[in-house]
């Protein structure tokens, strides 16, 4: 199955989006969480840790800065970029806005 | 937290102009401001040959405020951001960018220097990075004392640090307990411009959709933010 969450700023989208994972992961699914937000803080609701959440490299920021090809397939970002959550869960963090940049 | 302020400034005697930067409501909401269906702002804008949109001709700041800006209680007025609509923001983008080129030139009206501009971006440091608020001279991060509030808070106040000098503070809101307000002043290693307790007048304020400061102006957070104000007075407001 394929689920978003989706709501106004502060109701609570990312302490459901981490809490449904963790238990389908429970429950024996395979579950990839893609946290979309600019501003990540989907690791935290999983378990990853705050200041580990807010480490995390994004796909954009790491492509951005990488010095390697752009990876071909949906398997190599989620092998490249995700990281173990508990339970299994594998997280990817989309993009993050973290600097000054007007244009 | 912003309307509420911006009601107490004005009714201690300040000229303000409310800026609602948020393309979901709110604002208008929290002063208790009755708003048109359409953006007023949208009659400011045109799309030039270009096919982009930008401020019609003869618009400039102080025009906006007088032609577009909606009166709110205490004399408050609210100049917004087009809000998003059923499908989306396509049929308010005139509005938005009319806002935004207006923004840089808040200052440049000598009829405007001595307002207090009081500016709500909308969540997250998204509006900070792409500098819709070049006018501010003192940034509040609102906090509440959760991981995820305190970080984020962090990480604006790290974006809006870069492009111009700009004094920043600390407001902690919802704060149940001593413990929650401490955590939050131990994190940024500095003392809160005010604490703003959690407070069920406020909800309740929110559910029946009227301003905190006519629903429950003798609660404890509308008492906090009359002391934020009298935190900001010595050094933000005119003379």
Known sequence: MKIVVAGKGGVGKTTVAGTVSRALARNGHRVLALDADANPMLGISLGVGPEDTDALVAVRQGLETGDSEHEPTIEGFVERFGTDAPDGVRLVVASRIDQFDPG | ?239
């Open chain 2, 1 to 239: 937290m912003a309307g509420t302020l911006a009601r107490v400034l004005a009714r201690r005697g300040h000229r303000v102009l409310a800026l609602d930067s948020d393309t979901l409501p709110g604002l208008a909401l929290s002063l208790g401001a009755v708003v048109p269906d359409e953006p007023p702002l949208l009659a400011a804008a045109e799309k030039g040959e270009d096919g982009r949109w930008r401020l019609r001709k003869g618009i400039g700041p102080m025009r906006a405020v007088r032609r577009y800006a909606i009166e709110a209680p205490d004399g408050v007025l609210l100049l917004q951001s087009g809000k998003h609509t059923d499908t989306g923001l396509a049929p308010v983008m005139g509005a938005v960018n009319a806002f935004y080129r207006l923004l840089p030139r808040l200052k440049e009206p000598a009829g405007l220097r001595d307002w207090t501009i009081v500016g709500d971006l909308s969540a997250g440091p998204r509006q900070t990075a792409y500098d819709w608020a070049p006018y501010a001279e003192h940034i509040l991060l609102v906090v509440e004392p959760t991981w995820q509030s305190m970080l984020t808070a962090r990480r604006i106040a790290r974006i809006a640090a870069s492009p111009r000098p700009v004094k920043m503070s600390v407001v902690v809101n919802k704060a149940t307990d001593e413990a929650g307000a401490r955590r939050v002043q131990d994190f940024f290693g500095e003392a809160a411009l005010a604490v703003i307790p959690a407070d069920e007048a406020l909800r309740e304020a929110e559910r029946s959709g009227a301003a905190p400061i006519d629903a429950a102006p003798d609660g404890p957070a509308v008492a906090a933010i009359e002391g934020l104000a009298d935190a900001l007075e010595p050094s933000s407001l005119p003379a």
